[in-house]
């Protein structure tokens, strides 16, 4: 980085200020050392003289992230591609091994679907459907959007087992017992946004709004286009989910 840093400054093509340009380095270090096990492969976008893509850039917030996604749609989704499809499953029908040949000690498996006790909103066990999940790969945590008997509908993320996370990463697609988009793997906030939007961007208006009916600006959101609404909506749960206050793990069981 610190080579192209300078060459941004200094390299010149037929006497002129060398273009902007998107640059992709990559490396196989296995064709270098055959005798040896490399279990790491290296891919790195940056944008050549382009300050929204760039290797190092970090955005203020979640919106201005967004929009520099969508002007350069297509290398980010050149290099979601290159982190996704790196490797080749180790099993045909998808079953974990840390699940499939220890039940007795093996963590309890979260199914979308399915109904787990959880602690409410009084900090009493509720009952409540997992109706979302994603992992947090960065913190190996787990978040998961519950809706309960009660209407209500609850956000708990809580960290993952080494054993856990170990088969996750064997096949994040199929985690939660259904499938999902490789994209729902939460690398980052982006992702983890992403994750939130695709579930609620279809949502009715009045649900938005019922979620966000406490809010200090609900005066003005109310007045807000419904994808406005869904944005605000999934912008909040990301930040909930890097707040200190989701640092005590809950007392999750399978009814």
């Not at 080579?3 to 010149?12: A, G, M, Q, S, V």
């Not at 200020?17 to 790491?40: C, D, M, Q, R, V």
């Not at 989704?77 to 000690?105: C, Q, W």
Request: net charge negative.
């Amino acid at each position: 980085m610190v080579e192209i840093r300078r060459h941004e400054t200094d390299l010149k093509i037929e006497h002129k200020p060398a273009p902007s340009a998107y640059l992709f380095i990559t490396n196989h270090p296995f064709e270098y050392g055959l005798k040896e096990i490399y279990e790491k492969r290296v891919a790195v976008g940056h944008g050549f003289k382009i300050p929204d893509f760039d290797f190092e850039f970090s955005f203020g917030n979640i919106r201005d992230l967004l929009k520099a996604r969508e002007k350069h749609r297509d290398m980010f989704a050149l290099v979601n591609s290159m982190r996704e499809h790196d490797e080749i499953p180790s099993t045909f029908d998808g079953e974990y091994p840390e699940f499939a040949f220890n039940p007795k000690e093996a963590p309890i498996r979260l199914i979308i679907g399915k109904k787990y006790l959880i602690p409410g909103k009084d900090g009493k066990d509720v009952e409540g459907e997992l109706s979302t999940a994603c992992v947090f790969e960065s913190k190996k945590e787990i978040v998961g959007a519950y809706h309960t008997s009660a209407g209500e509908n609850i956000l708990i993320t809580y960290p993952m087992t080494e054993e856990e996370f170990a088969a996750y990463e064997r096949q994040p697609e199929t985690f939660f017992g259904v499938p999902q988009k490789p994209n729902k793997n939460a690398k980052t906030p982006l992702d983890l946004f992403d994750f939130f939007y695709g579930v609620y961007k279809s949502s009715p208006r009045d649900r938005l709004l019922k979620f966000m009916k406490y809010w200090p600006n609900y005066d003005i959101l109310k007045d807000a286009p419904t994808e406005e609404l869904a944005i605000t909506y999934c912008e909040s749960l990301v930040q909930y989910a890097f707040s200190e206050k989701q640092t005590k793990p809950p007392q999750t069981q399978t009814l």
